[in-house]
């Protein structure tokens, strides 16, 4: 530490007080030559002045040495200690030889410090010397810095560094965890979706009306395709599909959510053989998986009814559609953890089994559509008729064994179809059903007793109501004809007047009874219902109209339920296609029973009957060209009008709707013809004979063993 400086004192020689600044420049007295002190004292680091020590050093017995001037070694021979010198009047050598005094300066030496690794503190510029020195304050050495403290403090750190990675991994392995390794699976995961197979569609003796085949599909996955016009052109001709049209589906590109696209159909229902073709090419980025596809082996077979499904075996039309969650099944899937397109073993595999989808045991018989519908499409190609139908109905249980549509479709080429020619017409096929509708007149007098078996009225050859007139094809000339002739001539005067004594409430109560203004639900998606016109809308003419079938809308299935009513002792039931759903495991579910109300008892139905018979039998009538040989036959001919959108359409509906054995019907057919022109009796019945023949034919029942009864027409 360097030596603490004095501030000079006055005093006399030997004690520690020095002359004044003042005192020294008025002392003309030299220097001692000797090095000796007069005139002027020189103080040690330590406070003594030199003639002290010297005084003190002669006591001792040691000779004085000589004083070094500044820069050299002190007496101690120390050159890190050297003294304080205070020269007052003293002069050096050069002044003692002639150079004037000069006022005495103080020289003071500071102690030089040991070399040390740390660099030497900055001077401060020495401040300018005072009339009067003051006292300088100590001067401290800057603190070094401890090595202890920043050890601890590294420590410190790197402790607290670890610490936080510790608890980081803690939360990572044990908190996150699930949700980094959820997240990585899933980017691992690969999904095949395994298709349930569709139920089969089967007609009432089990043969297979519709069902699936096994198949592949071709897929692509574009992100390991480099050359798609290459890949594109291996698979053009096995797969029946342009080169171009393949290449822009295999090329890489995004999907919607952003990320690459993996997965591609090439084509779906490819047979077994040709997608194994295919495999055999080791095609990068092509593979193939299980599908199926849906046949109808009888190709235009029930097609309409039938109906379509899509490449996604999702019902389209027809019972497909009405029927598509019994028969869809539920698909199963195979999940797993995939690298580099392969099954990682030991990885997570998940497997869910498919559940087949049930099948439809039909009340079809697949005998009976064929020739209903064959004699059907006959009979249109002779006319040169657009649209017809016509329906068998089961006496009792109003199962439907056969419903032809014209024109049909090839099931296998439905794309190439128009889509009107897929419509089932049966419940499609809007009409005014004519004088078809007569029978539910009929029936309705006489279940209210307006009418009885032998009533008898004056028919006119015609009857003006609102501005439209009436008139009939058999002339009366205004005679009393009896109901069977009314029913056999289909006289429009006769029904209108006795409609006119029914009134309008009561008989729009029985159309609905018959089923008439609402789908028979028997199972197709689409189905018409029809529409009646409520009394309070019926004006003038509407009481002449409605009575005899027109300003009425009907389908073919309604007014065949209809007649069903008549021929089942009066009891209406509702039509149905589907007699049992076959689960996967083959257990049998009947469906929910038909809707069943009395509509006439069975004395009025049996009435009916009779009366209805004479449609057949009687000279002259409209219907004798729909008898059939050895069995009695009971029914109606009408001429109405096709409707699209309420509006009527060019060319008129030929009706006639059917029951034999007429004693005991066992079934039903009702056959409508849109056509250029021309009757029920004329076209609609023909074919309707046919069918009914067949149908007793095959189902063996045996002719009527009592002949129909004879009718007058015009009793006296």
């Not at 809308?537 to 027109?550: D, F, L, N, Q």
Request: glycine share 12%; charged share 25%; net charge neutral.
């Amino acid at each position: 530490m360097p030596p603490r400086s004095e501030e000079p004192r006055r005093g006399t020689t030997g004690s520690r007080r020095g002359p004044s600044r003042a005192d020294s420049s008025a002392d003309p007295r030299p220097a001692d030559s000797g090095g000796g002190i007069s005139g002027a004292r020189a103080y040690t680091p330590r406070g003594r002045s030199i003639g002290e020590r010297r005084l003190g050093d002669a006591r001792a017995g040691r000779a004085e040495p000589r004083r070094t001037p500044r820069g050299e070694r002190s007496r101690s021979g120390d050159p890190f200690r050297p003294a304080l010198q205070v020269l007052s009047g003293g002069q050096s050598g050069a002044a003692r030889q002639g150079n004037p005094p000069r006022r005495t300066s103080v020289v003071r030496t500071v102690p030089r410090r040991a070399p040390s690794a740390d660099p030497p503190p900055r001077r401060r510029p020495p401040r300018p010397t005072s009339a009067r020195p003051t006292r300088r304050r100590r001067l401290r050495p800057p603190r070094l810095a401890d090595p202890g403290r920043r050890l601890r403090l590294g420590t410190a750190l790197v402790l607290t560094l670890f610490t936080v990675i510790g608890i980081r991994l803690v939360v990572l392995q044990v908190v996150e965890n699930p949700d980094y390794a959820g997240a990585g699976l899933l980017d691992r995961l690969k999904t095949v979706v395994l298709p349930a197979p569709r139920g089969s569609i089967y007609d009432r003796d089990g043969e297979v009306l519709a069902h699936s085949i096994e198949t592949r599909y071709v897929f692509a996955d574009p992100t390991q395709i480099d050359d798609p016009e290459a890949t594109a052109q291996a698979l053009s001709e096995p797969l029946g599909i342009p080169a171009s049209e393949l290449a822009d589906q295999m090329r890489k590109r995004n999907q919607s959510n952003g990320d690459e696209l993996e997965f591609t159909y090439l084509k779906r229902g490819v047979d077994v053989d040709l997608a194994q073709q295919i495999m055999d090419l080791e095609l990068e980025g092509i593979g193939s998986h299980r599908d199926e596809r849906r046949e109808v082996p009888g190709g235009d077979l029930a097609a309409n009814l039938i109906g379509i499904t899509s490449q996604e075996m999702v019902g389209l039309e027809g019972l497909e559609a009405g029927y598509d969650k019994v028969l869809a099944g539920k698909d199963g899937q195979q999940r797993y953890e995939a690298g580099w397109g392969a099954h990682i073993p030991g990885g997570f595999s998940e497997t869910t089994e498919a559940k087949p989808g049930s099948s439809l045991c039909l009340t079809i018989d697949r005998d009976l559509q064929y020739v209903v519908q064959a004699k059907l499409a006959e009979a249109m190609a002779a006319v040169n008729g657009s649209t017809a139908t016509a329906v068998v109905l089961e006496v009792g249980t109003s199962e439907v064994l056969a419903q032809a549509s014209y024109p049909t479709y090839d099931v296998a080429n439905w794309q190439d179809s128009d889509p009107a020619d897929r419509d089932d017409v049966a419940t499609g096929f809007v009409v005014e059903p004519g004088s078809v509708h007569k029978a539910i007149t009929f029936g309705a007098a006489l279940q209210e007793g307006v009418i009885t078996p032998d009533t008898t009225l004056p028919v006119p050859n015609s009857i003006r109501l609102g501005g439209t007139t009436f008139a009939d094809t058999s002339r009366a000339d205004g005679r009393r004809m009896s109901l069977a002739g009314m029913m056999a001539y289909s006289s429009n005067v006769g029904t209108i007047a006795i409609a006119d004594q029914l009134g309008p409430d009561r008989l729009i109560d029985y159309q609905k009874r018959f089923g008439l203004g609402e789908p028979t639900g028997v199972g197709l998606l689409g189905e018409a219902s029809g529409a009646l016109l409520p009394a309070d809308e019926w004006s003038a003419s509407s009481r002449g109209s409605v009575p005899i079938g027109h300003s009425v809308d009907a389908t073919a299935i309604q007014m065949a339920a209809a007649y069903a009513t008549i021929a089942n002792d009066g009891t209406y039931v509702a039509p149905r296609l589907v007699k049992e759903v076959i689960g996967p495991q083959g257990e049998r579910t009947t469906p929910e029973a038909p809707t069943t109300r009395e509509v006439l008892t069975p004395e009025t139905a049996a009435e009916l009957r009779t009366i209805l018979e004479a449609v057949t039998t009687v000279d002259g009538a409209t219907g004798l060209t729909a008898a059939v040989p050895g069995y009695r036959v009971a029914g109606k001919s009408g001429t109405g009008a096709r409707l699209v959108d309420g509006r009527k359409q060019p060319g008129e509906v030929a009706a006639f709707i059917g029951m034999a054995p007429a004693e005991k019907p066992r079934y039903v057919i009702a056959v409508f013809a849109h056509t250029p022109g021309g009757g029920g009796g004329d076209i609609a019945a023909p074919v309707f004979a046919d069918m009914m023949r067949f149908t007793l034919q095959h189902y063996r029942v045996p002719p009527s063993k009592v002949p129909p009864p004879n009718f007058d027409v015009f009793p006296r």
